[in-house]
């Protein structure tokens, strides 16, 4: 029932692929972009994040950002530092992070897949970060960063995928961070058709990472769409460009939590509270890390503590039954006073990659508590889509992170 398509991708020359592969835009602020930029003047950074070639009184969703996208990308394009499949493929994109390999199908999704719910959502998106990437996609003409894609496993999609593994690589580099990257290119029709047939029996496809990148390029294809009238469904414009995984080789890593103040309690009034539902243990300097659902860390001053829900708070709902949602409506909000952790000042959110050394510096440094978490699993993401609920924010950290600029598809 997924409609996907192959596409004329713009990509780097083959030389050139490892300089200019970039991680996605979101993951740097503005002076780390800046210095990515220095570090790699052919990073496609300078594109997804065109600011960083601008003087910084300019804000970064000034019109000039994205007009100088569009200059910037044009201008590699007629360099010939990227290049123009002149007919319509699929590839194969291998990412390997510490030897575990993870293997999608660089694709176009349907817009009407999107809105009609076989493409399946679990986040909320945010006006303002929407607003940037349509403004990108529109006055680029073009969709930069695939939107990281997950389904059921199709024994077929993978064997057809496992046998293009065998044959002459498009791309094959070691980015900076040690992921291996690799790519393949799918040109056969007889192939391609066949991949598009096994597609049409996945009954539903969810986003897994890019929800921001997802809504934006989908407003942009509606928006074509009122200009265009007499549109056929066939234009680029319909599609955006995504990486299909399946979802046994996909890696989630913690979202984990720091909090700037106790809400007035001394510590030890906060443990009190703590215990009212949890289970509570002091480890001393033995940093801890969640080896299962409904274990949490927690490191204070003092040291960190090991957290067990206790059986009583345990919900079976699909959303409310994630060790987010149980942290959340157990402890962060009753005790800590967060209410809405999408907008609320006083909580931010550490990524798992960062370590648990990461969560003892900023405790040390500006926030007065964090929580170490239990990875949300991703049957429990499958689940909460299916539904049609929405995770809360922060719930899932993809690793490793899918690379902009080694596909591009012109709308």
């Not at 200019?20 to 780390?32: K, Q």
């Not at 319509?88 to 293997?103: A, D, H, N, V």
């Not at 907008?343 to 990659?353: A, E, M, Q, T």
Request: hydrophobic share 35%.
């Amino acid at each position: 029932m997924a409609k996907i398509k192959p596409f004329c991708a713009v990509r780097p020359a083959a030389e050139l692929a490892e300089r200019i592969a970039a991680l996605p835009y979101d993951v740097y602020n503005r002076e780390e972009a800046k210095e990515e930029v220095r570090r790699e003047p052919l990073s496609f950074l300078q594109i997804d994040r065109a600011e960083t070639k601008l003087s910084d009184n300019i804000s970064a969703y000034d019109s000039a950002v994205y007009e100088k996208a569009k200059e910037l990308l044009e201008d590699m394009i007629s360099k010939g530092q990227f290049m123009k499949e002149e007919k319509e493929c699929f590839y194969i994109y291998e990412l390997i992070m510490e030897g575990r390999s993870q293997t999608g199908l660089v694709a176009c999704a349907s817009l009407d897949d999107y809105n009609n719910g076989i493409i399946k959502r679990h986040e909320n998106t945010r006006t303002d970060k929407e607003l940037d990437r349509i403004n990108h996609i529109d006055i680029c003409n073009a969709q930069t960063g695939p939107i990281f894609l997950t389904y059921r496993d199709s024994v077929n999609i993978t064997d057809i995928i496992k046998s293009y593994k065998e044959t002459r690589k498009l791309y094959g580099f070691t980015s900076p961070d040690g992921i291996v990257h690799n790519v393949w290119k799918i040109a056969e029709e007889e192939t391609i058709t066949k991949i598009k047939e096994e597609f049409e029996k996945v009954p539903s496809i969810y986003i897994a990472d890019g929800h921001h990148r997802a809504a934006s390029a989908v407003k942009v294809g509606l928006k074509r769409r009122e200009e265009h009238p007499d549109y056929t469904g066939r234009e680029e414009f319909n599609f955006f460009l995504s990486v299909f995984f399946p979802c046994e080789e996909l890696l989630i890593l913690p979202y984990n939590r720091v909090v700037e103040d106790l809400k007035g309690y001394t510590q030890e009034e906060f443990l009190e509270k703590v215990k009212e539902c949890f289970d509570v243990t002091f480890l001393g300097e033995s940093a801890y890390q969640p080896e299962k659902k409904g274990a949490y860390g927690m490191y204070l001053q003092t040291g960190w503590y090991k957290l067990i829900i206790k059986e009583e708070y345990k919900k079976e709902d699909p959303v409310a039954g994630l060790d987010v949602s149980l942290l959340q409506d157990n402890l962060l909000e009753p005790v800590l006073g967060i209410k809405d952790p999408r907008s609320d000042k006083k909580i931010d959110f550490v990524g798992g990659i960062r370590g648990l050394g990461e969560l003892e510096r900023r405790v040390k440094e500006d926030m007065a508590v964090a929580f170490s978490m239990y990875p949300t699993s991703i049957n429990e993401l499958m689940a909460v889509s299916d539904q049609g609920k929405l995770m809360p924010p922060k719930s899932t950290w993809f690793e490793p992170k899918l690379r902009s600029g080694l596909f591009i598809h012109r709308i």
